[in-house]
């Protein structure tokens, strides 16, 4: 017997494509035709995963404000690349990665209306799995403050825990599967349909304070400890129960 319709859905963003080689081809077999649908249990089984989160992202950002745009461009500029030279000189592909972020100059108005200056805003984005590096670096960089800090996993480590949690789902499935059918008094279950969903939370370290770029702070590095988060898959479907 083999499985005549087998779908599966997009894990949620963030997530890395579900490894499903061998998986899916593990379920019972059955002929091309179906029988007719009698006999039909809906059933739905899922599994879940605690995994410590190994990716670290940090977004720094700064604010300006001015009566000329190109003044606060060049300010931002400033603060930008003092802190992007900052970033580089640990910079490491997969352990410590650095890219700007959003730049942004926009007209800012008065209560009565019109223009009477400018603002604008930039970011760097500073993310890897080396945490304490990133940490540490968080009280070197002085021109720009922290604006969001999140804890992931990096697509390595998704993908592994991806297709563990997967099998888990659909061995779980399989399991209820004979259940029923030895239940009722059927001898085996062919598979009609079966949709497999995942999703991989993201972590979000508490929220920390913005700091301003002060000398008397600018020592101040990040505290970091990594977090756990759950990665879940589930799976439902019907099958037919046979004698």
């Given at each position: 017997m083999h499985a005549s319709v087998v779908s599966r859905k997009p894990w949620h963003r963030h997530a890395a494509p579900l490894v499903l080689a061998g998986v899916v081809?593990?379920?019972?077999?059955?002929?091309?035709?179906?029988?007719?649908?009698?006999?039909?249990?809906?059933?739905?089984?899922?599994?879940?995963?605690?995994?410590?989160?190994?990716?670290?992202?940090?977004?720094f950002s700064t604010t300006r404000e001015g009566p000329e745009a190109?003044?606060?461009?060049?300010?931002?500029?400033?603060?930008?690349?003092?802190?992007?030279?900052?970033?580089?000189?640990?910079?490491?592909?997969?352990?410590?990665?650095?890219?700007?972020?959003g730049f942004s100059i926009r007209p800012r108005y008065s209560p009565k209306g019109g223009t009477n200056g400018w603002t604008g805003s930039t970011e760097l984005v500073v993310e890897g799995r080396d945490m304490a590096a990133i940490g540490a670096l968080t009280g070197r960089i002085q021109t720009l403050s922290i604006a969001r800090v999140q804890q992931s996993l990096s697509r390595e480590a998704a993908e592994r825990v991806e297709a563990d949690v997967t099998a888990q789902a659909v061995a779980s499935f399989r399991a209820k599967a004979d259940q029923s059918a030895k239940l009722f008094g059927f001898s085996g279950w062919l598979l009609r349909e079966v949709n497999i969903n995942g999703?991989?939370?993201?972590?979000?370290?508490?929220?920390?304070?913005?700091?301003?770029?002060?000398?008397?702070?600018?020592?101040?590095?990040?505290?970091?400890?990594?977090?756990?988060?759950?990665?879940?898959?589930?799976?439902?479907?019907?099958?037919?129960?046979?004698?």
């Open positions: 081809s593990a379920l019972p077999l059955h002929a091309q035709t179906l029988p007719p649908p009698e006999n039909v249990v809906n059933l739905n089984a899922s599994a879940t995963v605690e995994v410590a989160s190994d990716w670290l992202t940090v977004v190109g003044a606060v461009q060049t300010q931002l500029k400033q603060a930008l690349d003092a802190a992007l030279a900052e970033a580089r000189r640990i910079a490491k592909p997969g352990d410590v990665e650095v890219r700007t972020g999703e991989m939370p993201r972590f979000r370290a508490p929220a920390v304070a913005m700091r301003a770029a002060t000398s008397a702070m600018a020592d101040e590095a990040l505290p970091v400890e990594a977090g756990k988060t759950n990665v879940t898959a589930s799976v439902n479907g019907s099958v037919q129960l046979t004698r």
